[in-house]
């Protein structure tokens, strides 16, 4: 069965910095999808970037960019340029190319201090 | 474009009672989707509708089930409430796609607390 972890219960940026959330996955499938979900406390799940595996190149979404890894299954998040609305917790999901189900990590709850 | 609409956003019931959460999905999706999220815990894969029919089930007892509704709005039925039921229960909905990937619109959850 696919796993994912994400094995940074929190972490705190500054506003303005960078900061990078770690996750990690494990597939016997060579196809699939991978995405970084975010939720604020309004509890609605936001996708922020998703990445095709068949893709070399590393997905981006504006402050948002991702550090695939397909050989080491590591899937990281950067967010460039901090904002204090980017305080959320941030989920890391796996899904198969023929699958349903999104598969999700534990989380990882960002603060931003001012 | 409405979004995906949960009802009823909080919920307080006795152990041992029963209880439904609706989900109306986003026009033209045709699958819902089902995650119970517990404190602490990610997501976890509950259960798929598709054109009416129950199409993947998660690891939970059969106490959970639900059922889609020809427009295509979804209820989530959970019997014999336990105190680990108690969590914030997410709707999704999508295209449904025979390849490739129609992403998940999540609707605000309802919270359910089991006393």
């Known amino acids: 069965a696919q796993t994912v972890t994400q094995s940074q219960p929190e972490m705190s940026v500054q506003e303005a910095e960078t900061v990078t959330l770690s996750c990690t996955y494990d597939?016997?499938?060579?196809?699939?999808?991978l995405f970084w979900y975010k939720q604020p406390p309004s509890r609605q799940m936001i996708l922020v970037i998703r990445q095709e595996a068949y893709k070399q190149q590393n997905a981006t979404e504006n402050r948002f960019s991702v550090n695939f890894q397909k050989a080491a299954k590591s899937f990281s998040l950067k967010i460039s340029d901090s904002q204090l609305g980017d305080a959320a917790m941030y989920f890391c999901a796996y899904k198969e190319t023929s699958g349903s189900r999104l598969t999700f990590g534990e989380g990882t709850q960002l603060t931003v201090n001012p | 474009e409405a979004g995906v609409t949960q009802s009823p956003t909080h919920l307080i019931k006795t152990r041992g009672q029963q209880v439904t959460l609706r989900c109306s999905p986003i026009?033209?999706?045709?699958?819902v989707y089902w995650y119970q999220q517990a404190l602490g815990l990610g997501l976890q894969f509950l259960l798929w509708y598709d054109e009416g029919e129950e199409r993947n089930r998660g690891n939970f007892p059969p106490r959970f089930s639900g059922r889609q509704f020809p427009n295509y709005s979804s209820e989530l039925n959970v019997n014999a409430l336990e105190l680990e039921d108690s969590a914030l229960y997410l709707c999704a909905s999508s295209f449904r796609r025979t390849g490739g990937y129609s992403p998940l619109h999540f609707g605000n959850g309802t919270r359910l607390t089991v006393t």
């Open positions: 026009s033209g999706h045709t699958s």
């Open positions: 597939t016997s499938e060579s196809d699939y999808y």
